[in-house]
């Protein structure tokens, strides 16, 4: 069984009277019981991102009375988060995503300890960090943070409850237990920047990180608790548009350099493993940008060029700049031939990462007049044109 | 050797929908017929050189195909074949 740290049964905090009323549910199931839940009080649980996956795990670990909750997150609280991170309310935009979970779980369970932690996971604080907890909890966004969540686990030997969604689609499982596999035995390398788009970019269903944030709290308790059977070498798959879930092995790599062959003994730079900014072709500061104002004064004076925009057509719906063209990015390579490389063409997107991939394969096909739109259709609402909606 | 694959919605749209019939002798020659027949879907199932992504597991009924050979695995009828590409969102 892959518990964390646990304390003989003796040594447990007892339970006051308000909380042996608030969790009766709990002591009343004989797989919990009192001491189940004194061992959860006991607990140290470090949640990796206060968002989609975050906001349920936070909330129902905080609920089940997790002795200590540790929440990592750097981010504020914008009102594009609403419609799935539930643990921040509409008062909250503009805080920072610690302050107003705290607030929120506070409000929820007075006996539950609560330690923030604005900063970024980096390679020079994660050990720190994860050291102190019994399990991590990886609720992040992007591939840097998730491999780096994976190695320290890994390093540390601390059970690391993983979950990811993408638009209707999540993965969960449980990593880096003693025997079982890690991260990197499932996927040993992340793809290349921009090929997987984010949920900013391709969206996500707002329930999705309610379904996968809570089977990974459930399987965190599990693991607490040392009940049931966790997903320790196994991949749950979970599609939210069908509704079926399923189940696939997952074994340890022998090879894998993480938890295989332990080639890898201490953090490395998960930027440049995930090639960010290693890669010139990939910088997004290497190809020529244009400013929101610059491509303003360009219209005004009506200047002689092309306006290719490369979202995908339910996004130009939502909204777009007067007098660009819709080309999305899937169909770029064919639309090529329609571009006049005598003319100057700024292309843009939503926030200026498909369109810095568009100005690289025009630049690639020999058009040497070519801009980025800095920013985005976004950053054109914020700078030029407020009545441009923002999604 | 009839096998089908079955794909991430994600990637669906860049074929015909969620499941496609397919034949070949290995896991390889499967994921090649489909390349074939679906070219904007293809650089995303394998690169250039015909080889499996680290990026994208391949699931042969229940099992990860690289235990078993990886694109050299054998296929049986009615196998299925499962396409996992890793997804980072939270
Ligand atoms: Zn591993």
Known sequence: ?391 | MAVTLFLPTVLAKLADGRAIESTGETVGAVVANVAARYPNLAPRLRDETGQPYPFVTFYLNDEDIRFNGGFEAPVSDGDELTVVPAIAGG
């Open chain 1, 1 to 391: 069984m892959a518990t964390a740290t646990a304390p003989l049964a003796t040594q447990l905090e007892e339970l006051s009277s308000d909380e042996i009323l608030r969790y009766s549910r709990h002591l009343i199931l004989p797989e919990v019981a009192l001491e189940g839940q004194q061992r959860l009080k006991a607990s140290r649980v470090l949640l990796i991102g206060a968002g989609g996956l975050g906001s349920p795990l936070a909330l129902y670990l905080t609920a089940a009375g997790v002795g200590t909750i540790g929440l990592v997150d750097f981010d504020v609280v914008d009102v594009t988060n609403l419609q799935r991170q539930i643990v921040h309310g509409s008062k909250d935009v503009g805080r920072p995503k610690l302050e107003s979970a705290r607030d929120r779980l506070k409000d929820m369970n007075p006996h539950v300890h609560v330690e923030g932690y604005e900063t970024r996971l980096t390679s020079e604080n994660a050990l720190e960090i994860i050291r102190d907890y019994d399990i991590v909890i990886d609720g992040t966004d992007n591939f840097a943070t998730r491999y780096l969540t994976n190695d320290a686990c890994v390093i540390l030997g601390k059970p690391n409850v993983y979950g990811s969604i993408y638009r209707f689609e999540g993965q969960s499982s449980v990593f880096a237990t003693e025997d079982g596999p890690c991260y990197r035995c499932l996927y040993p390398e992340p793809p290349p920047p921009g090929l997987v788009p984010s949920c900013a970019e391709g969206g996500v269903l707002g329930v999705l990180p309610g379904l996968v944030g809570t089977i990974q709290a459930t399987e965190g308790i599990k693991l607490l608790l040392g009940i049931g059977e966790p997903l320790i070498g196994r991949l749950l798959l979970i599609d939210a548009l069908s509704m079926q879930f399923r189940t696939m092995r997952l074994r340890k790599n022998p090879n894998c350099p993480a938890c295989g062959t332990h080639e890898i003994r201490e953090l490395i730079d998960y930027d440049q493993f995930c090639g960010i900014g290693g890669d010139p072709l990939q910088d997004p500061h290497g190809i020529p940008e244009i400013t929101p104002a610059e491509l303003a004064a360009k219209q005004q004076r009506r200047d002689d060029f092309d306006l290719i925009d490369v979202r995908e057509p339910h996004e130009w719906a939502i909204a777009k700049i007067p007098g660009a063209r819709l080309v999305p990015l899937g169909t770029f390579t064919e639309s090529l031939a329609t571009f006049d490389s005598a003319r100057d063409i700024v292309v843009t997107c939503k926030m200026g990462g498909r369109s810095a991939k568009a100005v690289r394969q025009l630049q690639a096909a020999g058009f040497k007049k070519v801009w980025n739109l800095a920013g985005g259709i976004l950053r054109w609402s914020d700078d030029v044109d407020p009545s441009v909606p923002k999604y």
